[in-house]
């Protein structure tokens, strides 16, 4: 079953617990939560105290996305803050086996390991670590910005990452971000999308509920 993570990075920031709450009762499977640092990316966006100011508003998981450089020393604080899921940019990260597994060892086991990947980077970068990880996050935008468009190239990677996963036997699974509408959203998990990031389609909806069930339905398109 496909799991919808909106993006908060379209919410109204003014009512973040509201925004929040809104898509749990719509239907939202995760809370998908964007850090910008405005040098990784050139967008600034949520740190951790806004993180743990919104953890008690929902019992969903926070899946939190860091496009920051260094990450490793940001890892801490993102957890302790409420993370349930945190990924860590390849692109960003000098030693990113040792970022896996403060992550994975950070408040007792509590949160799970992310990687993801831009548009541009090979899944070759990630090949030996397939089976530390537990979230494999694929950019289908170049990072920084909501409301972009779908870049269809991530198609095929995706096809290939899945059929690599089934051949090392991991459990990792694929969550594919960026221009997820009710249009694009059939072909991401025809190729092997396991959740699937949006922002704008969700956010920008009248409807919020309505659009969530739109997404999940295209897994029967
Ligand atoms: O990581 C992101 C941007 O860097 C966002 O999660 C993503 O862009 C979601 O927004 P939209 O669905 O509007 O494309
Ligand atoms: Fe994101």
């Given at each position: 079953m496909i799991k919808i993570a909106p993006s908060i990075l379209s919410a109204d920031f003014s009512?973040?617990?509201?925004?929040?709450?809104?898509?749990?009762?719509?239907?939202?499977?995760?809370?998908?939560?964007?850090?910008?640092?405005?040098?990784?990316?050139?967008?600034?966006t949520i740190g951790p105290n806004v993180v743990a100011a919104v953890r008690n508003v929902t019992k969903l998981p926070f899946d939190v996305?860091?496009?920051v450089s260094n990450p490793q020393d940001l890892v801490l604080p993102f957890i302790e803050a409420g993370a349930d899921i945190l990924t860590v940019h390849a692109e960003a990260a000098s030693h990113l086996h040792r970022i896996i597994e403060t992550i994975k060892k950070g408040n007792k086991g509590s949160c799970q390991a992310g990687v993801s990947?831009?548009?541009?980077?090979?899944?070759?970068?990630?090949?030996?670590?397939?089976?530390?990880?537990?979230?494999?996050?694929?950019?289908?935008?170049?990072?920084?910005?909501?409301?972009?468009?779908?870049?269809?190239?991530?198609?095929?990677?995706?096809?290939?990452?899945?059929?690599?996963?089934?051949?090392?036997?991991?459990?990792?699974?694929?969550?594919?971000?960026?221009?997820?509408?009710?249009?694009?959203?059939?072909?991401?998990?025809?190729?092997g999308?396991?959740?699937?990031?949006?922002?704008?389609?969700?956010?920008?909806?009248?409807n919020c509920a309505a659009a969530i069930r739109q997404l999940k339905n295209a897994a029967a398109l």
């Open positions: 009512k973040l617990g509201d925004e929040i709450k809104k898509v749990e009762q719509a239907g939202a499977d995760l809370i998908h939560i964007d850090v910008m640092d405005g040098h990784f990316v050139p967008n600034l996305h860091l496009m990947l831009n548009p541009a980077t090979s899944i070759v970068w990630i090949e030996d670590i397939l089976r530390e990880v537990d979230l494999i996050l694929l950019m289908s935008v170049n990072p920084g910005f909501g409301g972009q468009s779908f870049i269809p190239l991530v198609l095929e990677k995706i096809r290939r990452l899945k059929a690599q996963l089934k051949a090392c036997n991991s459990n990792a699974v694929i969550e594919v971000d960026g221009g997820i509408n009710a249009n694009t959203a059939a072909s991401v998990i025809e190729a999308a396991d959740i699937l990031v949006a922002g704008s389609a969700i956010y920008g909806a009248k």
